[in-house]
Structures are given as structure tokens and as C-alpha cells.
């Protein structure tokens, strides 16, 4: 009777909470360089970047927006999370990689048509159709000791 009880119970509080909670449903996805341009083109502040298809596109970025840069970041651009811990088939390691500006060819190269396994793709990955180079993030930390101490 107990055992019936509690489970007409949890029943009903289930079902309850099955009538307002939905699973949430996406209706755009768009890539972190869309989502750039479009950020930018409503004037928000955006790392200054380029995405590309072929190492040619990636030269034309790197000549044309980063000529004296030393340091670029060139990032996989896929539709799933967890980028800079996966792994490509080919063997590379990492979806984002801080190279030398002389180093973005041939690291794009190796990303550019690859199939890129993270977390969030499953076994199967996905393949890299764009990368985007942009500027390496430049922090600084700052540290005040200060003595109370009379």
C-alpha cells in the first residue's frame, strides 16, 4: 500500500514537472567567426581576426592584417566545444595552437580538412572546413602586497 502510494506520488510530481520543463532547442548555430562578424558589425569589441579555408586565405590574413606580428593563434572552427583538448585523426594534437607567425601555414595546413575529435563530437569528430587566425591574447597580472603592519 506504502510502495503504491509513493509511486502514484513520484507519478504525479514527474509528470508535473514534465509539463513545464522542456529541453532547450537550438535554432542557430553559427561558428566563433561568424559570431565575431557579427558581433563587430554591431560594434562590439572583437579580437581583430580573419577566418580562412585554404593556407592561401590564412597567407592573404597574415600578410594583409598581422604583417609584424610574431605570435598568431590559429583555431579550428567547428560546431562543438572542447577545441584545444581534441584530437585530430591525422594525430595532431589540440584544435587551437599559439604558433610563430611563420609556423600559422603549416599548422593551418594540418587542421584545413582534417576531422577534429573533442568531447562534444563523439568518436566520429568533424572536419575542419575554416580556421581562424587572430592576434595571441596579451595579459597581465598584477599583484599588490601591502604591509598594515604598524
Known amino acids: 500500500m506504502v510502495r503504491g502510494s ?3 506520488l513520484a507519478s504525479r510530481a514527474l509528470s508535473v514537472a514534465g509539463r513545464w520543463q522542456h529541453q532547450q532547442l537550438r535554432r542557430l548555430n553559427i561558428h566563433e567567426y561568424q559570431g565575431a562578424e557579427l558581433m563587430g558589425k554591431y560594434g562590439i569589441n572583437v579580437p581583430r581576426g580573419a577566418a ?3 593556407v ?3 597567407k592573404d590574413a597574415l600578410k594583409n592584417m598581422f604583417p609584424s606580428e610574431k605570435e598568431i ?7 562543438a566545444g572542447g577545441r584545444g583538448l581534441g584530437t585530430f585523426k591525422s594525430g ?4 587551437v ?4 607567425a611563420e609556423e600559422a ?3 593551418a595546413s594540418k587542421m584545413l580538412g582534417q576531422i577534429l575529435i573533442t568531447k562534444q563530437t563523439g568518436p566520429e569528430g568533424k572536419i575542419v572546413s575554416k580556421v581562424r587566425t587572430y592576434l595571441r591574447p596579451s595579459f597581465a597580472f598584477i599583484c599588490l602586497c601591502l604591509n598594515f603592519e604598524p
Do not use: R
Open 73 to 79: 593563434v590559429v583555431k579550428s572552427q567547428i560546431l
Open 6 to 8: 509513493l509511486g502514484k
Open 105 to 107: 601555414e603549416l599548422i
Open 56 to 58: 592561401h586565405e590564412v
Open 97 to 100: 595552437h599559439i604558433v610563430k
Open 92 to 95: 595532431l594534437q589540440g584544435g
Open 52 to 54: 580562412a579555408g585554404s
